[in-house]
């Protein structure tokens, strides 16, 4: 290499640690906006409530927008826990989040359950053997009517005994119903400083040009 091509070498090397730098100091810029957010809601006279997050990451504030839930759980979703085997919570993960411009709306999703509870009084208790038992199920689903969050569902409680014919029990249908959500924490996520970067990528590019003047030298 003759001495006219050293400085065009230099020169090179410095615009690519510049290059280096600056990309490195963007996608930090970029990666700082990232938050794991913390919501709760409650559902309008329904006894449901609960609590998910979400990795905002990957927004863009740009029109409508649906992130993945990473964690969550809703309790009392209708059926309740008086029945056996029903559900104790529905895992929300893999429901979807939507966003508009960058705002969150609520949740999608949906979920079925379904129970039995039992009783049979024992044979020598008078008028035994007793039977009664409740079978019940339930439906349900959120989402967005526009610009508002909505919970809808259904439920019905099938009863039969010993002493009657069966008969349907505690039909109700939720229709519109609102749900309300609450920001509750934000989580930053841990990215790379740029400046830890960026002078790592100077040093490597200085390694290499006294590598370059150790052989021309030799």
């Known amino acids: 290499m003759s001495h006219k091509q050293i400085p065009r070498l230099g020169s090179a090397i410095a615009s690519t640690i510049l290059s280096v730098f600056s990309a490195v100091s963007l996608v930090g810029v970029d990666k700082a906006q990232a938050a794991i957010l913390n919501y709760t809601f409650d559902v309008e006279d329904v006894p449901a409530s609960g609590f998910f997050k979400v990795d905002n990451s990957s927004l863009t504030g740009i029109g409508d927008e649906s992130i993945a839930v990473s964690e969550g759980r809703a309790y009392n979703l209708i059926l309740g826990s008086s029945f056996e085997g029903s559900k104790e919570y529905y895992n929300l993960a893999g429901f979807t989040a939507s966003f508009y411009q960058g705002d ?5 999703g949906y979920g079925y359950d379904t129970g039995i509870s039992e009783y049979i009084s024992p044979p020598d208790e008078p008028g035994g053997p007793y039977f009664f038992r409740r079978e019940g199920r339930a439906s349900w689903s959120m989402g967005i009517n526009g610009v508002y969050p ?4 259904y439920t019905e409680v099938y009863i039969t ?3 009657s014919e069966p008969y349907f029990d505690g039909r109700r249908i939720y229709y519109d119903t609102p749900v309300s959500y609450t920001l509750v924490n934000t989580e930053p996520e841990p990215v790379p400083e740029p400046l830890t970067a960026g002078a790592a990528a100077l040093a490597l590019a200085g390694l290499s040009w006294l590598k370059h003047k150790k052989k021309m030298a030799a």
């Open 161 to 163: 005994s010993s002493y």
């Open 150 to 153: 909505l919970f809808w569902g």
């Open 104 to 108: 969150f709306l609520g949740l999608n």
